[in-house]
């Protein structure tokens, strides 16, 4: 069976273009998503962030899943500490019972965002997403957390779709699987290896009415061209917009002309060599090598892959590169 393929679709906003036309152009790639036959497409929850139009991924998958029919549509995550878990369920359930089967909600516990939108959200503290989780599966269920309120999500009568932890140092790892939860790994951006973290899951995982079995989501910065040659021109939007955001700076993804003549010094050029390392960037034969190569690696039960390019037509073109390949 063919290694089962993702998309997180961060909605990247492009140097040039309004931001507007980012959020409109999602439900292209999830269309192609459905076509080519990826098991499932989720949308980031960042703030503040110009390179990034993704602030309301419940929004992106209700108008995405409204333009597909077999898709999985699902957020990479929601970060909890932004919001109620009340307001959460409420907002899960209310898809789940749109388009049941077909909604899967990724959680996370990072602020997603610029310096600053932790308090411009009110947002709850990190080190609470323990208490927040177990709060918002009470009241999915109809209980509450130890508060005797009475208050649970509506709409009744429907369950929470399939919740994912997600992670980007193994923190959440071993929860995930004490919780009977799918655990994905954000190696796109992490530095930290993804082995021990997965293989923790693994070890921690208790059986649950969405997951029988443990399973484990890597998360991969992926570009996909006819040549590698091309592949790597392309690629240099992500290398810039990454270093970019190193150095606090978050402008829209610059175009590969402006990134193939930007003045690297030392210190990036030798951050970027880092970044590379965990990248993966070819042709379609190369790029299979290596997703194989890693999925052994971290025992991997799919790849979601990450793939934010100046130009649509050719991030669209990735994404097909990598599913023929990967179907083989």
């Known amino acids: 069976m063919p290694l089962p393929l993702s998309i997180l679709d961060l909605a990247p906003v492009v140097d040039g273009t309004p931001a507007a036309v980012s959020i409109r152009r999602t439900v292209d790639l999830a269309r192609l998503a459905e076509r080519l036959g990826f098991r499932r497409l989720w949308y980031a929850e960042h703030h503040a962030m110009p390179s990034v139009a993704s602030s309301a991924p419940e929004l992106l998958i209700a108008h995405s899943a409204a333009a597909t029919t077999t898709l999985r549509l699902g957020s990479g995550g929601i970060m909890l500490p932004n919001h109620a878990p009340l307001r959460v369920a409420e907002m899960f359930q209310t898809l789940e019972a749109l388009y049941p089967g077909r909604i899967d909600l990724g959680l996370g516990r990072a602020p997603g965002g610029v310096p600053g939108v932790t308090r411009a959200l009110r947002a709850g503290r990190g080190e609470l997403f323990p208490q927040m989780f177990d709060e918002l599966m009470a009241r999915s269920r109809g209980g509450t957390a130890g508060d005797p309120d009475g208050v649970h999500a509506e709409p009744g009568g429907v369950a929470l779709p399939p919740v994912w932890l997600l992670g980007s140092s193994g923190a959440s790892a071993r929860m995930a699987g004490e919780a009977g939860s799918g655990y994905g790994f954000a190696a796109h951006f992490s530095p930290a290896p993804a082995a021990p973290a997965m293989l923790a899951y693994r070890e921690a995982f208790r059986p649950s009415e969405h997951f029988k079995t443990p399973h484990a989501i890597l998360g991969v910065a992926v570009v996909c061209a006819d040549s590698e040659d091309l592949a790597r021109e392309r690629a240099s939007t992500m290398e810039l917009a990454w270093l970019r955001i190193q150095s606090g700076r978050f402008l829209p993804l610059p175009s590969p002309a402006e990134a193939l003549t930007y003045p690297y010094n030392a210190y990036e050029q030798a951050a970027l060599r880092e970044w590379r390392a965990r990248t993966v960037v070819g042709t379609p034969a190369q790029v299979r090598e290596r997703l194989l190569a890693l999925a052994g690696e971290t025992r991997a039960d799919e ?26």
């Open 303 to 328: 790849i979601m892959i990450v793939c934010n390019l100046h130009n649509h037509a050719a991030r669209l073109r990735s994404h097909e590169l990598v599913a023929e390949a990967m179907a083989r």
